[in-house]
């Protein structure tokens, strides 16, 4: 994994005498969009403000490009870019005098990068338009315009797919695997919706009690690595079961005409190899990998997302 550039090391808060988070040690890299999932007050919001510095630490510190928050907060957030559910523009104003207004509050901001981000977000076509006239989706794509303007390392998102219809879900989450991709940058969204996350993130931490449960890795070679039920459907389930025994696999039998077995993704092309060798028909071959829907309720015990 590439070198972090945020780290969260030890991150506790306690209000009173509870403990709503619990030494939350977490480490991101550029270039990967990275999702925070919980139950409802395990503790996502409070995680993401203390990050952008809107809530002390009761202990421990959080990095941000090798700077700390806790001591070194402007040197850290300017590094820095969010947006906490629905961005707010002057909507009589259109996007292009949106994002220029807010580039002159930023020093080195040039006309060249307003038009960058705008080519980056896809509203090109829009972008003189009032924002009055934009669509949630639009806005939104707006928000991150304005949130990368500075060129961040880090861009967080809480909530970001709230109010929006499926088609702007998925405009917002493509652009976001873009920009991971062409900005380089750690793109970290805290989300309710399990199937988008599960779509949109390199990886995703799950939190329960404001302590850290896991990390899954969604996409990449360690994702793929996993082991599966496989489900092959065969002309000769009892002839496949001794084909694929004699390869050392332990299959069942799933059904009148198929067969099951667990294994990743190179035993799967071994399966077929032994079946086909030993002239057994194959008529398909598909895997069960278990949702991020079902690992998160594997591992929070069936507590509702929120």
């Given at each position: ?23 939350l040690?977490?480490d ?13 007050g ?25 700077h ?13 870019g ?71 390392q880090l861009?967080i ?31 970290f969204?805290?989300?309710?919706l ?6 949109m ?5 799950i ?6 449960i ?23 389930p ?27 993704r ?18 398909g ?22």
């Open positions: 994994m590439a070198q972090p550039v945020v780290r969260l090391q030890n991150v506790s808060k306690r209000i009173g005498g509870r403990t709503i988070i619990d030494r040690t977490l991101l890299p550029l270039g990967e969009v990275f999702g925070f999932l919980g139950p409802n395990s503790g996502k919001t409070t995680t993401i403000r203390m990050m952008v510095g809107l809530m002390s630490m009761t202990e421990g510190d959080i990095w941000i490009n090798g700390s928050i806790a001591k070194e907060y402007e040197k850290a957030i300017r590094y820095v969010a947006i906490v559910e629905n961005p707010e523009m002057y909507k009589y104003l259109s996007g292009y005098d949106n994002l220029m207004h807010y580039a002159r509050m930023i020093p080195g901001i040039t006309e060249h990068r307003v038009h960058e981000v705008v080519k980056l977000v896809g509203l090109e076509g829009r972008i003189q338009d009032k924002v009055r006239t934009y669509s949630l989706g639009m806005r939104q794509r707006l928000g991150v315009a304005q949130a990368i303007l500075h060129k961040p861009l998102l809480d909530e970001p797919t709230n109010g929006l219809d499926p088609a702007g879900i998925r405009e917002l989450r493509d652009y976001l695997r873009l920009l991971a991709k062409e900005e380089g940058i750690a793109i969204v805290s989300s309710h399990l199937s988008e996350m599960e779509l993130c390199d990886r995703v931490a939190i329960q009690g404001g302590k850290l896991d990390v899954r890795t969604i996409r990449g070679a360690e994702s793929r690595a996993e082991t599966a039920r496989v489900i092959i459907e065969v002309d000769r009892q002839g496949a079961i001794e084909a694929l025994q004699a390869s050392g696999l332990a299959p069942v039998q799933e059904g009148e005409q198929a067969i099951a077995i667990e294994t990743d190179e035993g799967i092309a071994a399966a077929n190899a032994a079946l086909v060798a030993g002239g057994i028909k194959v008529y071959i598909r895997a069960h990998v278990k949702s991020l829907e079902d690992q998160f309720l594997e591992v929070t015990g069936g507590e509702s997302i929120g």
